[in-house]
């Protein structure tokens, strides 16, 4: 690894998604989108549901989705603690659709505080889910 890349991973608690070399990595963090270079400052962030962009150092692309996170930077490293990751390919806007409904109807059910949070939280994944789900697709189409 030289000074012009970032050692990246990617994991959550089941697997590893990602680990290697990359110049460049664009993630949802809760203020807003992060773009990290090598030589970034250091910092810790929540991540979002949403699209993870890792540019190789050849310049082809890894994209996953994470449904949320922590995100650890190091000047030449990345690390994303992801409570769920999905390859792109593997996401299905009809199931997300399907899961989100059902999420609606038991926030309508929901009694305390808690409990709404949760599904708040799931609805908000899901609906960044679907998205780029359907984002992919229409790529892979074109």
């Not at 890349?5 to 809760?30: C, I, N």
């Not at 540019?55 to 000047?75: H, I, K, N």
């Not at 059910?109 to 697709?137: N, P």
Request: overall charge neutral; aromatic content about 4%.
């Amino acid at each position: 690894m030289s000074t012009k890349t970032l050692k990246v991973d990617v994991v959550s608690a089941e697997e590893s998604m990602f680990s290697g070399t990359a110049k460049m990595v664009v993630l949802p963090g809760v203020t807003g989108e992060l773009g990290v270079l090598p030589g970034h400052t250091p910092l810790i962030s929540r991540v979002k549901p949403g699209r993870v962009k890792i540019t190789r150092e050849d310049g082809s692309e890894e994209t996953l989705f994470v449904a949320g996170g922590l995100l650890e930077v190091q000047p030449f490293a990345v690390t994303v603690l992801a409570d769920t990751v999905v390859r792109m390919e593997d996401l299905d806007e009809q199931k997300a659709l399907e899961a989100r409904k059902k999420a609606e109807e038991s926030r309508k059910k929901a009694t305390s505080r808690e409990e709404i949070a949760v599904i708040e939280r799931e609805l908000e994944m899901l609906a960044a889910q679907a998205h780029y789900a359907r984002v992919y697709t229409e790529k892979v189409k074109k």
